[in-house]
């Protein structure tokens, strides 16, 4: 599956904006969805997932309460709703898919290591 996301840009503190990840080829109406997030200089960190039906989501505790993370399995894609927008914020943030285990709802939704599949960055700023 090939992953695209869009919709970062700059925002002031305070702001919103909304990721989008768009899959092609294969269908990923079966597979845990998700977001990470890389700074400068910091390693890549987890921020969201969302399993294969859409019925449980999980976050990063530094987000939580201000990012949403949904998905249309017909569009084959996942958004990332991101309110209340900070600096510390800043960061690439690029979506993944778990396309070897299917409808799977575990406990190791923010390993990177469980995904398989991953998109090109989305640059966020965030201007205090």
């Known amino acids: 599956v090939q992953l695209q996301a869009s919709g970062g840009g700059l925002v002031q503190a305070g702001g919103s904006l909304t990721l989008s990840c768009a899959a092609s080829g294969r269908t990923i109406s079966s597979s845990l969805m998700g977001w990470f997030r890389q700074a400068p200089g910091k390693r890549r960190e987890f921020v969201a997932a969302?399993?294969?039906?859409?019925?449980?989501?999980y976050y990063a505790d530094s987000i939580k309460g201000r990012f949403t993370i949904s998905r249309d399995n017909v569009k084959k894609t996942v958004s990332l709703q991101m309110n209340s927008l900070a600096p510390e914020d800043t960061a690439v943030y690029s979506c993944?898919?778990?396309?070897?285990?299917?409808?799977?709802?575990?406990?190791?939704?923010?390993?990177?290591?469980?995904?398989?599949?991953w998109g090109q960055g989305t640059l966020v700023t965030v201007s205090s």
């Open positions: 969302i399993s294969w039906d859409g019925d449980h989501t």
């Open positions: 993944a898919a778990d396309t070897v285990r299917t409808f799977y709802i575990g406990n190791y939704y923010y390993a990177d290591t469980l995904y398989d599949s």
